[in-house]
């Protein structure tokens, strides 16, 4: 992630002042990320009745979220840590955020929603003007076998937000209750950000000196893009697996009645 090797260059950078000044403001401009996992299902053309009631059923379902008060602002006691192994560095570790706080979340709008039942295919494109995002950020690594340390407090303000994804889904038989639920396996997306703003207050750290120029170099040499990529694909596969827990539990049917049942008649 680049707010990661962001802080990582900027500890080595600046050792020296980094517990002297009291509040650092940086603007990391545009961000784009795409991640994947698994193989696309084909996105067959037109969509069935069935089909476009089972999309507009789940744009429904989207606007009720807007108005479960518990998501905005979201406020978790810690994520789960990610690891972060860049061996050309020789840095190996893990990053964690604690008290995370993110706002903004219900402003979406959602520009496109459709769901194939066929083949469990669904496409969404949702647009968020402002995510802000607070916490205490922790690293934890070996840098050449030497601990590297940084603690600090970060608030962020994601402006424009755009998440395009396609996700795959196929039914299995739950270990957990026998029935037939819905495991998501594949899943496509694309981030794309207008522009993201950092300040970061109450530094802690133990990074040498010495350490500073040729890192930071090569942290931003074009090696970076796939160690960061893979980073985004790690937290998408974590993602997942939270989301295909839940869906254990959940019968197929369940959704199938929601979506395909026409209320309005
Ligand atoms: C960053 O700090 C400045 C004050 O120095 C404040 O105006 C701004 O809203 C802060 N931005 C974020 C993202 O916390």
Redesign the pocket.
């Known amino acids: 992630m680049r707010v990661v090797v962001f802080l990582v260059t900027w500890c080595f950078s600046f050792p020296s002042i980094l517990t002297e000044i009291n509040?650092y403001?940086t603007d990391l401009g545009d961000i784009h990320y795409t991640g994947e996992i698994g193989h696309e299902p084909l996105k067959y053309t037109p969509l069935s009745t069935q089909d476009q009631l089972a999309s507009e059923k789940a744009a429904d379902v989207m606007d009720f979220i807007q108005l479960i008060p518990k998501i905005d602002p979201l406020e978790l006691a810690m994520l789960p840590p990610i690891g972060i192994d860049v061996p050309y560095l020789f840095l190996k570790g893990k990053v964690f955020l604690k008290n995370f706080v993110m706002s903004g979340v219900k402003q979406f709008e959602l520009r496109k929603m459709e769901l194939r039942m066929i083949n469990l295919r669904s496409d969404v494109n949702i647009n968020l003007p402002l995510i802000?995002i607070?916490g205490d950020f922790y690293l934890q690594a070996y840098l050449t076998f030497v601990p590297l340390y940084l603690k600090c407090h970060i608030?962020?303000?994601l402006h424009n937000v755009n998440v395009v994804a396609t996700t795959g889904g196929k039914k299995i038989r739950s270990p957990n209750t026998g029935e037939v639920v819905l495991q998501v396996n594949s899943i496509h997306v694309a981030v794309d950000i207008q522009n993201v703003?950092?300040?970061i207050t109450d530094v802690e750290t133990n990074a040498p000196e010495e350490e500073t120029g040729p890192i930071v170099m090569q942290l931003f040499s074009n090696s970076r893009r796939n160690s960061e990529s893979r980073t985004f694909d790690k937290i998408l596969g974590i993602g997942l697996g939270i989301v295909n827990q839940e869906l254990l539990n959940i019968p197929f049917e369940v959704f199938e009645q929601y979506l395909t049942t026409d209320t309005y008649k």
Request: charged share 20%.
């Open positions: 509040i403001n802000s607070a608030s962020a303000d703003k950092v300040n």
